[in-house]
């Protein structure tokens, strides 16, 4: 037994070794079967997703015969098999969900289907009706549309307007925020147990690294310089960062530093917090009396700013198609329908109409369905979505597309352990000054790749 | 068979009785020979791609860069300051969790060596912890323990303040106070039943008679302990320090899920570190530079454990 265990260790110790062969693309191996009319499909573990994965049998293949496998993951296990899928030429996928953040990057390795010539085509698609802020961030440096969205969302305040109603406290429509931050003081502690606002601070790129970048933003910091300079330790970053880990620590969520958007979403609807400045799409869970405590007495209010007009940051879950792939037209196929309004329409019906995947098409704020269940929040959504500008999203020039995100590859590990550090600070166990003077040595170090 | 039996019996010339058990070996080994394949092309060849890997500077998301850069990966891998934190992380971690769970275990073993009502049971529940998926384990420790919010450890003070007539308890995080020592008494929790289970099987072969003489003797409990069974169990307990630590500095799970490495990378070990160069950064070169380090590691720490198996099995045989 103790031998088997012990021949046991002496494998896994090559494990890490095995791992690395796996992914190096040594053997693709492709699952399709030879019949062509099957696709596989990889996608993030969001509600929407869900839906789509449930509804797909009855309705698409039905009525075209293709069959489709959706593998589900969650969104950082999605990130490392997608990556290297697509950047090993495995070709095991026909269709994957990627965001804004890929789309540009991958596309200029050449990893990607244009699918603005699929959309054209189709005429039912109506590719005019997408808005505007999604297919700039979908497309690539050559004007070509390389991922179609299929929801899109800006970030917003959400507010407990029970709390704030037994304050005496009117939250602004359009708050900055200093205000924010004494409205989190005050309503520190309005119940037992309940703290001012719910601010990620789990690392990560895509989760602490978002709220703060767009924060950083609308201080007037920037990641880098239009000419790749780097300004990580910029007094507008830093003042950024400190108002950011300040705020956190003195009125923040119980466990900060492990919080994310899931652990935020669970603070807010639990009424453990009074405020939460997050993603738009969240308000669809917060609105379902089913999970949520406070649904129906949610209130929204459009991104808080200092310097800028707006600071809502821009993103979308959209179908890409590897250049690998062999079922191309039963792909576009498939993307077409899922991003289509006939498929807002199903999920409407079927499902019910705050489930609809939003947020990308202006018709579906026209839908009189889709308003009345999206009442509070509807309007805010598409407001910021519209007002949101990745080219431009401070006060200064930038280098890349892209408001709480660069687009370069080494954002990916740049941001996340920049936000490792300042997670850290607001656990209190390093200075946002040491994390931000630590993070400058790495932007640094990544700016002389395109300097 | 009766070739095998037969060949001692008719006293065969020196050169035939070679070359007969040569064959007869073959014949053994003959049927375990795709094995041996199998398991060479399943871990010795990965290694050796890894080894290629570990001197190319490639990163995945920049394809066509791919190149040749000899030893310069390890050069980063041992200047890394964050790879540096990490050895000492992977360090202190393994170390802590071992030292804790042999002494735990060690209690728990001599307390299960008595004889009382229910002994069955008490072994199958403490064994549990061991028999915990990691995963599974670490999502417990955090959510259901160490959650500031809904977790055990707050819950319980919130009810011993309330018992006291405040209407709450401190909210304290845990996780993010002491990242270390969460992550250490998780895995303390489950690699305490392995090491009870090898000490305990150690102490019931302890020779009865020896105890009895040193009791009859009027030896102290202390003493006895000490002198006898301590001396007795020693490489018990070198086979458990030494299996427990190959295990326990590939320590991925518990980090991952707990604390994410962090607060910032407080509690970041080699395999986390690894996974993170893999699958954040796509440096293949780097992490697989970084991998062929640990690999060299193990198998300094696997050489000596197998020594001590070694060493356990010439006592076996020559008792």
């Known amino acids: 037994m103790r031998t088997r265990r012990m021949i046991h260790v002496l494998a896994t110790a ?15 191996s492709s699952s399709s079967g030879g019949d062509g009319e099957s696709i596989n499909v990889l996608m993030v573990g969001n509600p929407q997703m869900e839906d789509i994965a449930k509804l797909t049998k009855s309705t698409f293949t039905k009525d075209t015969g293709i069959k489709v496998n959706f593998t589900i993951l969650p969104e950082n296990e999605l990130r490392d098999k997608v990556t290297q899928d697509i950047a090993t030429q495995a070709g095991q996928y026909d269709v994957a969900t990627i965001g804004a953040y890929e789309v540009p990057i991958w596309e200029k390795n050449g990893w990607l289907h244009d699918l603005g010539s699929y959309a054209d085509k189709d005429t039912s698609f109506d590719k005019a009706d997408l808005l505007k802020p999604m297919v700039q961030s979908l497309t690539g440096s050559d004007g070509k549309l390389y991922a179609l969205p299929f929801y899109g969302e800006s970030s917003m305040l959400m507010y407990n307007k029970d709390v704030m109603k037994a304050k005496g406290i009117t939250v602004p429509e359009h708050p900055t925020w200093q205000q924010i931050a004494d409205i989190a003081a005050e309503v520190d502690g309005a119940e037992p147990g309940m703290k001012g606002i719910c601010l990620r601070g789990l690392a990560g790129w895509g989760e602490l690294g978002a709220p703060l970048t767009s924060m950083v933003n609308t201080f007037g910091g920037t990641w880098f ?45 639990q009424k453990k917090v009074a405020m939460w400045y997050d993603a738009t799409s969240a308000a669809g869970s917060l609105e379902d009396a089913k999970s949520s405590k406070i649904a129906g007495k949610v209130g929204y209010a459009y991104a808080p700013t200092v310097e800028t007009k707006s600071s809502g940051w821009l993103w979308s879950w959209a179908w890409a198609m590897p250049k690998t792939t062999k079922n191309a037209d039963a792909a576009s196929q498939f993307m077409l329908w899922a991003s289509s309004k006939k498929y807002e329409n199903l999920v409407g019906e079927k499902l019910g109409w705050s489930r609809v995947p939003a947020g990308k098409r202006a018709s579906t704020y026209e839908n009189p369905a889709y308003q009345k269940a999206s009442g509070s929040f509807g309007d805010i959504t598409l407001k910021s979505i519209e007002a949101a500008d990745p080219a ?7 280098p890349t597309v892209g408001i709480q995100y660069v687009a370069i590859p080494e954002f990916q590990d740049l941001g996340t352990k920049v936000t490792q550090e300042i997670s850290a600070a607001i656990a209190g166990k390093t200075s946002v000054d040491k994390a931000l003077d630590d993070g400058q040595k790495l932007a640094e170090d990544v700016a002389e790749n395109y300097r | 068979m009766t070739a095998l039996s037969a060949a001692p019996k008719t006293a065969p010339p020196p050169s035939r009785k070679r070359t007969s058990t040569e064959v007869s070996k073959w014949k053994r080994r003959f049927p375990l020979l795709p094995a041996l394949v199998f398991t060479i092309v ?11 890997i570990s001197t190319f500077r490639w990163n995945i998301l920049k394809p066509g860069e791919r190149r040749f850069v000899g030893l310069s990966n390890f050069t980063f891998v041992f200047t890394d300051e964050r790879l540096r934190a990490a050895v000492l992380n992977t360090i202190v971690l ?15 073993a001599m307390l299960l ?50 018992f006291f007539g405040a209407d709450h308890g401190p909210t304290i995080d845990w996780i993010s106070s002491y990242p270390m020592p969460a992550v250490v008494i998780s895995l303390v929790w489950q690699w305490t039943p392995f090491m009870m289970l090898i000490l305990l099987a150690g102490l019931q072969a302890q020779p009865g008679d020896v105890l009895e003489a040193a009791r009859v003797d009027g030896a102290s409990a202390m003493a006895t302990f000490r002198h006898i069974t301590l001396p007795h169990l020693r490489q018990y307990l070198e086979l458990g320090i030494l299996l427990g630590t190959i295990y326990v500095v590939q320590t991925f799970d518990a980090v991952y899920t707990i604390t994410q490495g962090g607060p910032g990378s407080r509690t ?17 070169g780097e992490a697989a530079a970084a991998g062929v380090v640990v690999v060299l590691g193990s198998i300094v720490i696997a050489t000596f454990a197998l020594r001590t198996i070694a060493s356990l099995f010439r006592e076996e045989v020559s008792r």
């Open chain 2, 268 to 284: 970041t070990n080699l395999p986390y570190e690894i996974y993170l160069t893999m699958f954040r950064k796509f440096e293949y």
């Open chain 2, 42 to 52: 399943v871990t010795q060849l990965p290694f050796v791609a890894t080894l290629v």
């Open chain 1, 225 to 269: 310089t239009k000419d790749w300079k780097a300004q990580v330790n910029s007094p507008e970053f830093k003042k950024a960062t400190n108002f950011y880990v300040d705020l956190v620590r003195k009125h923040g969520q119980a466990g900060a530093a492990q919080a994310g958007f899931t652990e935020c979403l669970n603070a807010m609807s």
């Open chain 1, 14 to 28: 090559t494990a890490t070794s095995s791992l690395l062969v796996a992914c190096s693309g040594a053997g693709g």
């Open chain 1, 392 to 398: 431009n999203p401070g006060v200064q020039p930038r």
């Open chain 2, 94 to 108: 393994t170390a802590s969790v071992v030292l804790i769970s042999v002494l735990l275990g060690l209690g728990l």
């Open chain 2, 113 to 162: 060596d008595r004889k009382f009502v229910g002994r069955g049971l008490a072994r199958t529940l403490l064994i549990a912890p061991f028999l915990v998926m990691p995963v599974a384990a670490a999502l417990l420790w955090k959510h259901a323990i160490y959650n500031p919010d809904y977790g055990l450890l707050n819950g319980t003070l919130n009810t011993v303040y309330r």
